[in-house]
């Protein structure tokens, strides 16, 4: 949000984007004449905004700074835990898991529920690997999940 002042008459705004990081031959966003404009989120990609901000009856006018926004590709999850039997006290295959994109080392969290939902899963206390090791000693269904946070954002489970 931008907020403009001083001079004479109404404040009238138009916001510009521009692949490079100037004002030179950037664009004008149709429609986007508000003091608030929220970039797309759709495109990978930095691109560069700002506004202009005119007077009508004064003629003049000021640009805003640049604001660069760069959209990264959303995390995904390559390579799921697969689901397994044993017998109790038997060998089983630790859980892992492997993912594609994000931005950044990501933390991991491990849970486990006796449902297939995360709606009143147990956080599995210093489970934070790629990899666990299911215990083996308990009879009955558990579904493990894990969910990976990005520093840069985004999380995937």
């Known amino acids: 949000m931008i907020s403009a002042e001083g001079g004479v008459g109404t404040f ?8 490079l990081p100037t004002t030179l031959g950037a ?10 404009f929220t970039p797309p989120t759709d495109v990978l990609g930095t691109l560069h905004y ?5 007077q009508t009856e004064e003629g003049c006018g000021v ?3 640049l604001a660069t926004i760069t959209v ?8 799921q835990p697969m689901p397994d039997s044993v017998c109790v006290d038997g060998f ?6 492997e993912f594609e994109e994000g931005v950044g080392v990501p933390t991991y969290q491990w849970f486990a529920n006796s449902i297939p939902s995360m709606a009143g899963a147990t956080q599995l206390v210093g489970e934070t690997g790629s990899t666990y090791s299911p215990p083996t000693d308990i009879i009955g269904t558990t ?7 990005f520093p840069e954002g985004g999380w995937v489970h």
């Not at 700002?50 to 005119?54: D, F, K, L, R």
């Open 12 to 19: 009238e705004y138009q916001w510009y984007v521009n692949d």
């Open 27 to 36: 664009d004008a966003i149709a429609g986007e004449n508000a003091t608030t």
């Open 50 to 54: 700002y506004c202009e901000v005119t």
């Open 63 to 65: 640009l805003t700074d």
């Open 72 to 79: 990264l590709p959303s995390p995904e999850i390559s390579s």
């Open 92 to 97: 089983i295959d630790d859980l892992f898991v």
């Open 143 to 149: 579904w493990y999940t894990c969910v990976l946070n």
